[in-house]
């Protein structure tokens, strides 16, 4: 019932303060199109290429994080 | 004897161009394609930013080194900001806990539209010196993607 009130661009998305990792998605999506669109030869491969980066970027982000937690949860308690 | 690069003559006016509306530069210089996905690219970046932390997100006055990153988005960024003082910090403090973001949204709505100015910082670099190529095969190295 809350989203009806909700002026977008105007009131903040407060909403989604605890999925805010979600937004790597479009984050990474805005950055592989935008840095793709400068360094790929061929245009006819441009949404691949980003569809590529995009995957790369969260898929190494993801492992980070996971790998941050591991230490954190894991490492850090035993030392 | 190693090939000599060719230096490509500067183009301050694309690189003007780039930065009022990004992709533009490089439109101007005959690469439509090219610029029209930088320029969604960019715009994707900032109007997401914009929806996911309203308007408080481009902020001037209070977060002064973050816009110098947002300020590569050109025009746009300053007229959010204009939006902000004249919107949110005017308004009555009701209003004002309405309308800012919070948190991790702040942040991130921040950290979208500050990403969008450092790429667009390439992109006029870019569209300034950038290599002359076509729109759809344009002359790079034979190992670019």
């Given at each position: 019932?809350?989203?009806?009130?909700?002026?977008?661009?105007?009131?903040?998305?407060?909403?989604?303060?605890?999925?805010?990792?979600?937004?790597?998605?479009?984050?990474?999506?805005?950055?592989?199109?935008?840095?793709?669109a400068?360094?790929?030869?061929?245009m006819?491969?441009?949404?691949?290429?980003?569809?590529?980066?995009?995957?790369?970027?969260?898929?190494?982000?993801?492992?980070?994080?996971?790998?941050?937690?591991?230490?954190?949860?894991l490492?850090?308690?035993?030392? | 004897?190693?090939?000599?690069?060719?230096?490509?003559?500067?183009?301050?006016?694309?690189?003007?161009?780039?930065?009022?509306?990004p992709?533009?530069?490089?439109?101007?210089?005959?690469?439509?394609?090219?610029?029209?996905?930088?320029?969604?690219?960019?715009?994707?970046?900032?109007?997401?930013?914009?929806?996911?932390?309203?308007?408080?997100?481009?902020?001037?006055?209070?977060d002064?080194?973050?816009?110098?990153?947002?300020?590569?988005?050109?025009?746009?960024?300053?007229?959010?900001?204009?939006?902000?003082?004249?919107?949110?910090?005017?308004?009555?403090?009701?209003?004002?806990?309405?309308?800012?973001?919070l948190?991790?949204?702040?942040?991130?709505?921040?950290?979208?539209?500050?990403?969008?100015?450092?790429?667009?910082?390439?992109?006029?670099?870019?569209?300034?010196?950038?290599?002359?190529?076509?729109?759809?095969?344009?002359?790079?190295?034979?190992?670019?993607?």
């Open positions: 019932m809350t989203m009806l009130g909700w002026i977008p661009f105007l009131e903040p998305m407060n909403w989604l303060q605890s999925l805010w990792y979600v937004l790597l998605v479009p984050l990474a999506f805005g950055i592989a199109a935008s840095y793709k400068m360094r790929v030869v061929d006819r491969n441009y949404w691949r290429q980003v569809g590529l980066m995009t995957g790369q970027i969260v898929v190494v982000i993801t492992a980070l994080a996971v790998g941050l937690i591991l230490f954190v949860k490492l850090l308690p035993l030392a | 004897m190693p090939k000599q690069l060719e230096q490509p003559a500067l183009r301050p006016g694309a690189a003007v161009l780039a930065w009022i509306l992709g533009l530069g490089h439109i101007a210089i005959g690469q439509h394609r090219r610029g029209l996905m930088m320029m969604f690219g960019i715009l994707f970046l900032f109007v997401f930013g914009v929806l996911i932390g309203g308007v408080d997100v481009v902020d001037m006055k209070r002064r080194l973050w816009f110098l990153a947002q300020g590569c988005n050109g025009p746009i960024a300053f007229l959010v900001d204009y939006l902000n003082q004249t919107l949110l910090k005017t308004a009555a403090p009701a209003t004002q806990a309405r309308l800012t973001s948190g991790n949204i702040n942040a991130t709505g921040t950290l979208f539209i500050a990403l969008g100015g450092l790429m667009n910082f390439i992109l006029i670099l870019d569209a300034l010196g950038g290599p002359d190529r076509g729109s759809d095969h344009p002359g790079r190295r034979s190992t670019d993607p």
